[in-house]
């Protein structure tokens, strides 16, 4: 009963910026922890950002001070800001809830650096 769609990804160049949407929907009552993880090809799932309905926010080491987490509680949204992007950052971005104790995965969108 509960989805997350995933937007806002693209091609950028290196240094730009993208912001990602994660909107949650069905039964997602007691949203605690969300998350935003990618995966390129070739390479294992890693955590990019997590945040929590208190503000508590990690990150990351290799994108610490290039990426902002948020959320909208009122739509039920999450974003992930990303600024000075760089080729190595290419990847399918996923958004991950924790709801009632049981993690739910969005189905990505993509996000490539590139000149």
């Known amino acids: 009963q509960v989805q997350l769609v995933e937007s806002g990804g693209g091609l950028v160049q290196p240094g730009g910026s993208l912001r990602l949407s994660c909107a949650a929907s069905?039964?997602?009552?007691?949203?605690?922890?969300m998350g935003w993880y990618r995966q390129a090809p070739g390479k294992q799932r890693e955590l990019v950002a997590l945040?929590?309905?208190?503000?508590?926010?990690d990150y990351a080491n290799s994108m610490k001070g290039r990426v902002t987490i948020s959320r909208d509680i009122a739509k039920n949204t999450v974003y992930l800001q990303m600024n000075s992007l760089k080729p190595d950052d290419t990847a399918v971005y996923y958004c991950?809830?924790?709801?009632?104790?049981?993690?739910?995965w969005g189905q990505g969108t993509q996000v490539t650096v590139s000149s």
């Open positions: 945040t929590t309905n208190f503000g508590n926010t």
């Open positions: 991950r809830a924790n709801i009632r104790g049981v993690f739910y």
């Open positions: 069905g039964s997602i009552a007691n949203i605690n922890v």
